[in-house]
């Protein structure tokens, strides 16, 4: 039996029963494709069920606002997958008859729509012969083959596509592509891979060779930046304040409370420093009631230490500063916010 008809069967017997697996609509399955990219299958499946009951189909998104679609996705991370989303919705409806493209090709024009999302939706809704290659295919090739090249590399990447459309059936791809990635995710697993139970390992070259923890072979990421963030809740009359963030940042287009960076650690006679001198200047009734501890929250590229200071005000400064926006305590929960903000909020006492 060829190597994809052995994926295949094997596919059949321990296929997980998920939602967008029972559907052929293009959108669900882009929705579901996005959701996914970083993200564990535990962790998108509630989101993908929230998301489809509040915008459940392209028109309804598109309509939708840039805080609404946020605010579904708050916890996700990533978040500039949402705006994308969110835009070529819009473009789709807008510009296409509310009809998303039914080629790769025509795929790839969609805002935040790659290589990878263009040939899954192609494949699964389409059946255009199209290899999917993400983290758990690449794994699976790399072991399956010895691809020494490392795959986040140009010449690696390519090797692998090359590989992934050789292995391919043309004729029912998306099933194909689906069970690639399956057998990526719950069997040739990236620690400790059940090689035993892999109906695979005798035309394995990693199991072959006895090399199957040294694949993939990866480029080392980039050590992260560290980043200080104080945060300052401020409380005045049962209302609080809070800012949004630009689009040239991390976390761009979520709000957050005012706040104030470092590029180092300060104590707290510096954070009530900053207090006074950076954010209310000259106000009265200033009241530090709270400093929380450090709290670490990493991110692909940087390292965020954050400390929320919770403080009380007599008066609000008038007239408040620009992009400050008043709002009662209670609609803290309208707004999107980052994770880490979130996660402190839901365990924070105000």
């Avoid at 059949?12 to 959108?27: A, M, Q, V």
């Avoid at 795929?107 to 790659?114: D, R, S, T, Y």
Wanted: some cysteine.
């Amino acid at each position: 039996m060829k190597i994809d008809g052995i994926i295949r069967g094997w596919y059949e017997k321990n296929r997980r029963d998920l939602p967008w697996r029972n559907t052929g609509d293009p959108y669900r399955i882009w929705l579901s494709e996005v959701i996914l990219q970083q993200t564990r299958v535990s962790q998108g499946l509630d989101y993908y069920l929230e998301f489809t009951r509040a915008f459940p189909d392209v028109v309804s998104l598109a309509r939708a606002s840039e805080d609404e679609v946020l605010k579904k996705w708050q916890g996700l991370g990533y978040y500039s997958r949402a705006r994308n989303l969110h835009e070529a919705a819009r473009h789709v409806v807008d510009r296409l008859q509310g009809q998303l493209p039914g080629t790769y090709q025509g795929l790839l024009e969609l805002k935040g729509v790659g290589t990878y999302t263009a040939s899954a939706i192609a494949s699964i809704c389409f059946g255009e012969p199209r290899a999917v290659v993400d983290g758990n295919v690449s794994r699976v090739i790399s072991r399956l083959f010895g691809v020494e090249e490392p795959v986040n590399s140009t010449t690696g990447g390519k090797i692998i596509a090359s590989l992934a459309d050789e292995l391919l059936d043309r004729q029912d791809p998306g099933t194909h592509n689906q069970a690639m990635m399956e057998f990526g995710a719950l069997l040739c697993l990236p620690v400790s891979p059940d090689c035993d139970a892999c109906p695979l390992k005798d035309h394995c070259v990693a199991w072959r060779t006895g090399r199957v923890e040294f694949f993939p072979v990866k480029i080392p990421k980039q050590k992260p930046v560290n980043r200080w963030i104080y945060y300052f809740i401020l409380r005045c009359q049962g209302e609080t304040i809070i800012t949004k963030r630009g689009r040239d940042d991390i976390w761009p287009s979520l709000y957050q409370f005012p706040v104030v960076e470092s590029a180092e650690s300060i104590g707290a006679e510096e954070i009530i420093g900053r207090l006074n001198g950076a954010l209310l200047p000259g106000a009265a009734g200033v009241t530090i009631h709270r400093i929380s501890d450090p709290i670490k929250h990493q991110l692909t590229h940087r390292t965020i230490h954050a400390r929320f200071i919770h403080v009380d005000l007599g008066l609000w400064p008038r007239p408040l500063p620009s992009g400050w926006i008043k709002i009662s305590m209670d609609r803290l929960d309208d707004f999107p916010v980052a994770r880490l903000i979130n996660r402190y909020m839901e365990v924070a006492k105000f």
